[in-house]
């Protein structure tokens, strides 16, 4: 080390303007590769390689996965979205997604059952169509018919897209969702922008009365990144205002001033080149820069004014005792220097200890911080003395040349000659140190440390132990959300969803079984399994079955697509059979309602309707108002003889009276495709679709499927049979949730992270017997993710701690027993570190704070604070030896001589990192508070209790007499 800032002395005062100038250059290249740094808010950049978001990325390869973006449209209290015009507006708006550009080509495959754009107004729009209408032909009265017989046949699959609120007579929710799915397969930015234009055009779509709300994971990283952007300018600009202004205080010198200020924006742009260079866009050694990243500028700016206030302090020491700014520079270099570059180190190696964690953030951000400390040295450290060299060497020749012509001045004026005007105003001689007495503040800690050692040494253990002992039951924690600010559209939208559909509606847990998915046992086992989700708290139901896509409930739908075919085919045959008694069985509103009957179904004659429109009020139906007027009983037998009209007009004109008779006979569950054909069904009776389903159905049944008792009576044997019809006909549907190396069983859960470790065990437990066929089951979610973030975070933070405090510890050590033949001098040297991270950890546990993506680096910034105040402290004390002093003498002058410096440095990096607390990211305002508490505390174990144990340790070396 003392070669190294040998060296460095040599280049900075022989040639300070090629010093500068290199520099310069090189602050000029990283800031040109920093214009390729790439950002990612992605919260999935958390999770530990390895671990569970790599089986979720694996699924996603795998199997044709969709993300999807919520729209929640909320009425607001007492609001009602069942109402004919909202369900107009929200189908219009389906439409509308569906037809864009943007959004169409990414959409997810449309699968039989299961569309890409799922809307609450869905099932009243595909209602009404089999009527032949559309919602918005519908009156008030026939719409509010329409949506309570849908309610009442299709609750179950309906109810999930309603809020908890929704009631059924009469028929009204506040709430209701869209749903509108990606295809993974589609390209990532593809996707991201079709999610934003999702977000367009809910915002532009005509949906009066209606709040909406859109969530989506793109949704969320855009409110982190804008958070982001707002911050760092705010954060970083007012952190290096304040320390400008604490400069300008300590300094009184502009010169002094620029040099630490354009130091240390000089830092931050080396740290982001090489964030770029090192990055994604260069050699990929580290990842994007990411929302924790906001925090490293301003940590530079905090820790970095540390080389500039101490450099010009000791600088200016040695200028006063006289020194030449060559002799100034280098002696500061030499002796300050040398604490500096030891002080480097250990910080560098405290971060850097983060590489330990197996957050790929976390670790990136040690990195990040350990290349700009080293950038700040680098630069104040050659900067400081250059600049004071050239700008001292300039004032020194000039003050030598004012003294010359003054000394001319004063032998001409022997002589009787005129005095010369002088060329400029003198500059008076720097003075020496004033002697007097020390401040208050520094007779009190040395007269603490000289008088007092043993009980201020005593308090300080206790305090550290009680507040190790609090700090125990720290918590850790890690939520996307609290990378938003308060207030933030997205954390608003988060709220209403737990508010009013309990938790994030889009949640899934997959449970992935790896064997082979030809066996019949294997399959057997894990068809088994749905049924018993049912019982299993976090599972999301529809009416009393587990919300589940698999290999087996898909099967199962389209089984029951088939059978809701054949009972429509069913129905109309015996209609069309008997068209009088179907028209009986058709419910009819008693008393029928006027509105119901359509001008457009019913003609009167001309003479009749120009008579009765001459004596009704404008816009009044004729017909209406004849039906209101008419005999209930009449009017009914009326309806229904004109229904039955309608039906017998409807029935296919090649099928005979014996045919059809035949047919309308038979039960729907024997109406396959064979007996159909046989039976003289014309083809054109049958749509291409219901074709397709009623062959699945019956290849089905061929393979062992009865839809009478559903899947949980098939045979083990049958599942490899049934899965090849679905093979053969919906391949793409199946590659859904089956590959050539197992299946996937797609769970809607509500866990959310405080409950998906317990949920992943219920469901293993769940499908012990699949594993135990030699399957290998692993249930994966992205809040599984997210507890497994917070379990490794809370397992780093022992070895973090650990590694930490050891590499300073054993580079104090080494330092100290190579120059001064002493191990105990190091580990004094640790002491504020140990003392302020234990206060800091009992701090926040009792400020209700916790461990999170930020403050997880706690230790790193222990080290990087506490070991260069001790480092300042012990190196002056032990130059103050060196001059013959004793312990209580040199404690004193150090004190003296490096307290305001470490004071100054105090404030200037507490109020750096303080300004953290104006960020809208509450991980970075708990950093801010952490890293102020951190500085305070290191502080005043630095000026409190580590000078007892270098007087201490000074006396036992002088009763040794070494």
Do not use: K
């Not at 894990?526 to 079955?545: F, M, S, T």
Request: glycine fraction near 8%; charge should be negative.
């Amino acid at each position: 080390m003392n070669r190294l800032m040998h060296l460095l002395a040599r280049i900075a005062i022989r040639a300070p303007a090629v010093t500068l100038g290199v520099l310069l250059t090189l602050t000029l290249v990283l800031g040109a590769a920093a214009g390729n740094l790439e950002v990612d808010t992605g919260v999935e950049g958390f999770a530990p390689e390895g671990g569970v978001a790599d089986t979720l990325d694996d699924i996603g390869e795998r199997f044709e996965a969709a993300s999807s973006v919520q729209v929640l449209l909320d009425a607001g209290p007492g609001g009602d979205v069942l109402e004919r015009d909202v369900l107009v507006a929200v189908d219009q708006l389906a439409q509308t997604l569906r037809g864009d550009p943007v959004i169409a080509p990414v959409l997810a495959p449309e699968r039989t059952g299961r569309e890409p754009i799922a809307t609450f107004a869905l099932p009243f729009a595909s209602a009404a169509e089999t009527q032949d209408q559309t919602l918005a032909e519908f009156n008030e009265t026939s719409a509010a018919l329409l949506i309570e017989g849908v309610l009442d046949a299709a609750l179950d699959q309906i109810e999930p897209l309603f809020s908890d609120d929704l009631e059924l007579a009469p028929p009204r929710a506040r709430s209701g969702l869209v749903s509108v799915a990606f295809d993974t397969n589609a390209d990532s930015e593809d996707r991201a922008a079709a999610a934003r234009q999702v977000a367009a055009l809910v915002d532009e779509a005509q949906l009066d009365g209606l709040r909406s709300s859109v969530l989506s994971i793109t949704a969320i990283e855009d409110g982190i990144e804008a958070a982001l952007e707002r911050d760092l300018p705010v954060l970083l600009g007012t952190s290096l205002l304040l320390v400008l202004l604490v400069l300008a205080w300590l300094f009184r010198s502009v010169a002094d001033v620029v040099v630490g200020f354009l130091g240390l924006i000089a830092s931050i742009v080396w740290m982001i080149g090489f964030s770029a260079l090192l990055g994604p866009g260069g050699l990929g050694v580290l990842g994007a820069f990411n929302q924790i990243g906001i925090a490293i500028p301003v940590l530079l700016v905090g820790l970095g004014i540390d080389y500039s206030v101490h450099l010009t302090t000791r600088y200016r020491e040695q200028r006063a005792r006289g020194d030449d700014p060559d002799r100034a520079a280098y002696v500061t270099l030499v002796t300050v220097g040398v604490a500096l570059i030891l002080a480097t180190i250990a910080s560098v190696a405290g971060f850097l200890a983060n590489v330990a964690t197996p957050l790929p953030p976390i670790r990136d951000f040690g990195i990040l911080a350990a290349i700009g400390i080293v950038a700040a040295f680098l630069i104040l450290g050659g900067a400081v003395p250059a600049t004071r060299t050239l700008i001292d060497r300039r004032l020194d020749r000039r003050a030598a040349r004012r003294a010359a012509e003054a000394d001319t001045a004063a032998v001409a004026a022997a002589n009787g000659d005129a005095l010369p005007p002088p060329s400029d105003v003198p500059t008076p001689p720097l003075a020496a140190p004033a002697v007097g007495r020390d401040p208050l503040w520094v007779r009190a800690t040395a007269a603490l440390a000289t008088r007092h050692a043993a009980p201020a040494l005593a308090v300080a253990a206790l305090v550290v132990a009680v507040s190790s002992v609090v700090a125990s039951g720290l918590d850790t924690e890690f939520n996307e959300r609290d990378f938003l600010p308060e207030g933030d559209p997205i954390v608003a939208t988060l709220d209403r969803l737990d508010a009013q559909f309990g938790g994030d509606v889009g949640e899934r847990t997959y449970v992935l079984v790896d064997g082979d998915p030809e066996d019949a046992q294997l399959l057997g086992a894990a068809a088994e399994l749905a049924p018993r989700l049912v019982d299993i708290d976090g599972v999301r139901l529809v009416g009393d079955r587990a919300e589940v896509v698999s290999p087996f409930e898909l099967v199962e739908r389209y089984a029951e697509l088939g059978e809701q075919t054949r009972d429509a085919l069913a129905a109309d045959l015996e209609a069309w059979d008997d068209p009088v008694a179907a028209a009986a069985e058709v419910d009819l509103p008693d008393p029928i309602d006027p509105d119901l009957v359509d001008d457009d179904d019913v003609e009167l004659p001309a003479d009749l309707e120009q008579a009765l429109s001459t004596r009704l009020p404008d816009g009044r139906s004729p017909l209406a108002a004849l039906v209101a007027t008419s005999d209930p009983d009449e009017l009914a037998t009326s309806v229904r003889e004109a229904i039955a009209q309608g039906i017998a007009e409807d029935r296919p004109a090649g099928l005979s009276d014996a045919d059809l008779a035949a047919l309308a006979a038979l039960p729907a569950a024997e109406l396959s495709l064979a007996t159909l054909a046989g039976g003289g069904l014309p083809d054109e009776v049958l749509s291409d679709d219901d074709r397709e389903l009623l062959r699945i159905l019956d290849d089905l049944e061929a393979a062992g499927y009865d839809p009478a008792t559903g899947p949980d009576a098939v045979e083990d044997d049958a599942w490899p049979d049934l899965l090849d019809v679905l093979a053969r006909h919906a391949p793409d549907a199946l590659a859904d949730v089956l590959d050539d190396q197992g299946l996937l069983m797609i769970v809607s859960s509500a866990a959310g992270p405080d409950g998906a470790d317990r949920l992943a065990a219920d469901l293993e437990a769940a499908a012990a017997p699949v594993a135990a066929t030699g399957a290998q089951v692993t249930v994966v979610s992205d809040p599984l993710v997210q507890a497994e973030i917070i379990s490794s975070l809370s397992a780093a933070q022992l070895l973090a701690i650990l590694i930490s405090l050891a590499s300073a510890a054993v580079l104090l050590v080494g330092a100290t027993l190579l120059t001064s033949r002493s191990v105990g001098l190091g580990l004094i040297g640790i002491v504020p570190s140990v003392v302020a991270l234990s206060l800091v950890l009992g701090t926040m546990r009792l400020i209700g704070l916790s461990f999170n993506a930020l403050t997880a680096t706690v230790a790193s910034i222990a080290v990087g604070i506490g070991v260069p105040y001790g480092i300042h402290l012990i190196n002056r004390f032990r130059e103050a030896r060196s001059r013959g002093m004793l312990a209580e003498v040199a404690i004193g002058d150090s004190l003296r001589n490096t307290g305001p410096a470490l004071i100054g440095s105090a404030v200037t990096t507490g109020l750096a990192f303080a300004v953290l607390t104006l960020s809208e990211s509450t991980p970075v305002v708990q950093f801010g508070q952490v890293s102020t508490l951190m500085i305070g505390y290191a502080l005043l174990a630095c000026l409190l209790v580590q000078p007892a144990l270098l007087v201490l340790w000074g006396r036992r070396r002088d009763v040794l007499g070494r």
